[in-house]
């Protein structure tokens, strides 16, 4: 069982959309495990895609988010705001098996929905890490990990896979998410501000200068004081590049190799903060065998990327044809679904 995280310190670069995508093809893939969403941004986007939708997604979710107790991230963070250092074990109380109201993903896929209540809770979950036992700090940033280990021991440990999406910000529930992961997936645009965010991850989580003299996070000192663990980067991953033409194929490239080379010097300098991906495969010797491993591209598939997520259909499952949402009909092409899917099926290959 392995746990990621999907975040950069960058909003626009597709986690939602990535986690939406990852979960469901993950799923698709293997259906004799448990696969399970854990939505910590609060604009809950994958939480609307994989319940349906703009229009069905929309409303599933204002239903779940009226309905008392509420059944959402907010509703267990809230049960650990009133116990804050003793676990209620209340996890498995905040699932929802995401096929009973979207049929076109998986059987397998569950979700604990995104809650905007999370921004509200922000300040009282930052206030329980100084009160308390002198280790207050580190049972409070182990709350997220506590409500997937009561989900797995509802599910009898069966064998899981568990998706975090997360907010841009490094807030006190960003903080948590990457807590709770064994394994840090990176997404980014080809953009310079993407170049910096990416440097600004390598900061904040692992504790790498950008610059001499600058303080190092809380957070990373923290959890080194704790000696907690820190996900491990699994992969970075470019996220529906656009190609128009030959001139901006060639300068997404150029931007791509320059986060990739960033990356690549951190692996230099710091290879214990990567996890190796298992099957046997050799830890990478050269550049090229690094970025083999450690490195994907997700090209846009346009219409067909805009239409999987408005629908709630995962982009491997999407067909060609007229699409309605929105009051409008668009048209899928299968040459824009012949863009993205295989990007997503080969992906996930390489996902535990």
Same mark, same amino acid.
């Given at each position: 069982m392995a746990i990621y995280a999907i975040w950069n310190n960058k909003g626009g670069v597709g986690k939602s959309y990535l986690t939406f995508q990852l979960a469901s093809e993950y799923a698709r893939q293997n259906p004799e495990k448990k696969v399970l969403v854990v939505d910590l941004c609060p604009q809950a986007n994958s939480s609307s895609m994989l319940l349906g939708g703009m229009s069905d997604g929309e409303r599933y979710l204002t239903r779940i988010h009226t309905t008392q107790p509420r059944r959402t991230i907010s509703g267990y963070i809230e049960d650990r705001i009133r116990s804050p250092y003793m676990s209620p074990n209340s996890g498995g109380d905040y699932v929802t098996n995401v096929s009973q109201l979207n049929y076109r993903?998986?059987?397998?896929?569950?979700?604990?929905?995104g809650d905007e209540q999370l921004e509200i809770q922000a300040s009282r979950v930052t206030s329980a890490t100084f009160?308390?036992? *002198?280790?207050?700090w580190r049972i409070t940033h182990l709350w997220v990990r506590d409500l997937i280990t009561d989900i797995l021991t509802s599910w009898n440990d069966e064998d899981s896979c568990v998706f975090i999406d997360c907010n841009p910000s490094f807030s006190i529930y960003t903080e948590l998410a990457l807590s709770a992961a064994d394994r840090l997936i990176i997404p980014f645009s080809a953009d310079g501000s993407s170049k910096r965010a990416v440097k600004a991850v390598l900061s904040l989580v692992y504790g790498i200068r950008r610059h001499p003299g600058d303080r190092q996070s809380?957070?990373?000192?923290?959890?080194?004081?704790?000696?907690?663990?820190?996900?491990?980067?699994y992969m970075y991953i470019g996220n529906r590049l656009t190609q128009m033409n030959s001139s901006s194929a060639s300068a997404f490239k150029t931007v791509v190799n320059e986060i990739g080379d960033e990356i690549w010097g951190i692996w230099q300098s710091s290879p214990q903060a990567f996890c190796v991906h298992p099957h046997g495969s050799p830890t990478p010797n050269s550049k090229r065998a690094f970025k083999v491993m450690f490195q994907y591209e997700v090209n846009d598939a346009n219409t067909a990327s805009v239409v999987s997520g408005a629908l709630g259909i995962p982009i491997a499952s999407l067909k060609a044809g007229q699409k309605d949402f929105a009051?409008?009909?668009?048209?899928?092409? *299968?040459? *824009?679904?012949?863009?993205?899917?295989?990007?997503?099926?080969?992906?996930? *290959?390489?996902?535990?």
């Open positions: 993903v998986p059987v397998n896929l569950y979700l604990v929905v009160p308390g036992p *002198q280790d207050a809380d957070y990373y000192l923290e959890s080194t004081r704790y000696r907690m663990a820190l996900p491990a980067i009051g409008r009909s668009v048209t899928v092409n *299968q040459p *824009q679904l012949d863009k993205q899917v295989p990007n997503i099926t080969q992906l996930v *290959q390489n996902i535990e």
